[in-house]
């Protein structure tokens, strides 16, 4: 009985804390949202446009350190103004790679140049803000962070949910769902501005170079479970939620562990793991 008992303990020791419930809700929120703007970008193949627009979050930031602005400020006009480049770019909303790895080393030159000058100004001088965009600390987060990711992800869902079934159309066939008169272009850019959202709204706590990988493992994993596209959509949510919450926990438990590499690892177990099941040929549809 008390062995059966433990996990529950550890649970309620866990969220009897401040610091790591802001983490579960705050990171509950970030995944559900990543994960299903990350399947759009998998079944696409815009993963690198996932990337470059996590690089767009820490350099946003630091333009707004450097300008004494609010670092919210810098992350999300940073990543909403290049979402839409990307998407004026892009034949249909879909810039190719050649595009995004132009845009990519625009902004990292950038990144670095604001990175400077924040760092060497007279008024500031601290680097750990741009350390924490680039690896995040979601074991910080206030209260207000904490509540403005939740409202900010919770919107991210609800958009995407009523995009949902046009842009899939799109995803998959986008010549016939041009010629049925499906706004293509739109879509596509819509696509890019939410993803834009949610990395603005990650990059704090799971940091700009870990985005990636909660934008695509747990879409890849969710796409080997199932093919169908409404259930690997909301599955990769789901999966991701699963899996940031398990990070947490095992960082939580280990604490010589940072929590966005154990979430990291948790995801590439995750998807390890399907990977193996689907080449043994233990498909399980869902």
């Given at each position: 009985?008390?062995?059966?008992?433990?996990?529950?303990?550890?649970?309620?020791?866990?969220?009897?804390?401040?610091?790591?419930?802001?983490?579960?809700?705050?990171?509950?929120?970030?995944?559900?949202?990543?994960?299903?703007?990350?399947?759009?970008?998998?079944?696409?193949?815009?993963?690198?446009?996932?990337?470059?627009l996590g690089h767009a979050a820490f350099t946003g930031a630091l333009a707004a350190l450097a300008a004494g602005l609010d670092v919210h400020?810098?992350?999300?006009?940073?990543?909403?103004?290049?979402?839409?480049?990307l998407g004026a770019l892009g034949p249909r909303g879909r810039a190719d790679d050649v595009v995004i790895g132009s845009v990519f080393a625009w902004l990292l030159g950038l990144g670095v140049l604001f990175l400077s000058l924040y760092t060497t100004s007279s008024s500031t001088g601290d680097s750990r803000a741009g350390i924490t965009v680039l690896f995040g600390s979601i074991f910080g987060l206030s209260d207000h962070a904490t509540v403005l990711a939740v409202l900010t992800c919770l919107g991210v869902v609800l958009v995407l949910t009523g995009l949902a079934r046009p842009l899939l159309f799109?995803?998959?066939?986008?010549a016939v769902a041009s010629a049925r008169g499906v706004p293509v272009?739109?879509?596509?850019?819509?696509l890019l501005v939410l993803v834009a959202v949610t990395a603005a709204e990650a990059a704090p706590a799971v940091g700009a170079l870990q985005l990636l990988g909660l934008l695509t493992g747990p879409a890849a994993t969710?796409?080997?479970?199932?093919?169908?596209?409404?259930?690997?959509?909301?599955?990769?949510?789901?999966?991701?939620?699963v899996e940031v919450w398990l990070g947490l926990g095992l960082a939580y438990a280990v604490p010589s562990l940072p929590p966005t590499f154990a979430i990291m690892a948790v995801i590439v177990a995750g998807y390890g793991a399907a990977r193996v099941a689907d080449r043994a040929g233990r498909r399980v549809e869902v």
């Amino acid at each position: 009985m008390i062995l059966a008992l433990a996990p529950l303990a550890g649970v309620g020791h866990f969220l009897g804390q401040e610091f790591t419930r802001n983490a579960a809700l705050a990171g509950g929120a970030i995944a559900v949202a990543a994960g299903m703007v990350g399947y759009f970008l998998v079944v696409r193949a815009q993963v690198f446009t996932g990337d470059a627009l996590g690089h767009a979050a820490f350099t946003g930031a630091l333009a707004a350190l450097a300008a004494g602005l609010d670092v919210h400020v810098g992350l999300f006009a940073g990543t909403i103004l290049v979402a839409l480049l990307l998407g004026a770019l892009g034949p249909r909303g879909r810039a190719d790679d050649v595009v995004i790895g132009s845009v990519f080393a625009w902004l990292l030159g950038l990144g670095v140049l604001f990175l400077s000058l924040y760092t060497t100004s007279s008024s500031t001088g601290d680097s750990r803000a741009g350390i924490t965009v680039l690896f995040g600390s979601i074991f910080g987060l206030s209260d207000h962070a904490t509540v403005l990711a939740v409202l900010t992800c919770l919107g991210v869902v609800l958009v995407l949910t009523g995009l949902a079934r046009p842009l899939l159309f799109a995803s998959f066939d986008e010549a016939v769902a041009s010629a049925r008169g499906v706004p293509v272009r739109l879509l596509g850019t819509a696509l890019l501005v939410l993803v834009a959202v949610t990395a603005a709204e990650a990059a704090p706590a799971v940091g700009a170079l870990q985005l990636l990988g909660l934008l695509t493992g747990p879409a890849a994993t969710a796409l080997l479970i199932t093919r169908r596209p409404f259930r690997a959509l909301a599955l990769s949510g789901g999966v991701a939620l699963v899996e940031v919450w398990l990070g947490l926990g095992l960082a939580y438990a280990v604490p010589s562990l940072p929590p966005t590499f154990a979430i990291m690892a948790v995801i590439v177990a995750g998807y390890g793991a399907a990977r193996v099941a689907d080449r043994a040929g233990r498909r399980v549809e869902v």
